[in-house]
């Protein structure tokens, strides 16, 4: 194995078998950015985890990634949850930040 090769084939190489831990990092989206797809989809981490690092690499996805937080955010508001939907709005700040393709969208916070 070079130093060239991909971090996911150093892995698989050093380890079996792929932890949360290890997707989460090869996923290119924060923790809290998948929890905020794990509420909106209704699925366990590791789903969410792979979902994410889908939509973050194709043309529509981080729109729709976008619209999950914000949709969660309208969840929150909704039942009043305010504390919630307030850390929700920081996870979108940051998403934007680092994908400013989702602040061209139309959908905004």
Known sequence: MDA????WRRLLEEKAMLTLDDVIALSDLT????DAIVEHEHCPEIVAAELGNYLVHSPD??????RMILEDIAAAEGREDYKHALKLRLVLR????TYPEADATKASA
């Open 4 to 7: 060239s090769s991909p971090p």
């Open 31 to 34: 923790e809290d950015e998948i």
């Open 61 to 66: 996805g981080v729109p729709m990634l976008k």
């Open 94 to 97: 940051h998403f934007v930040e």
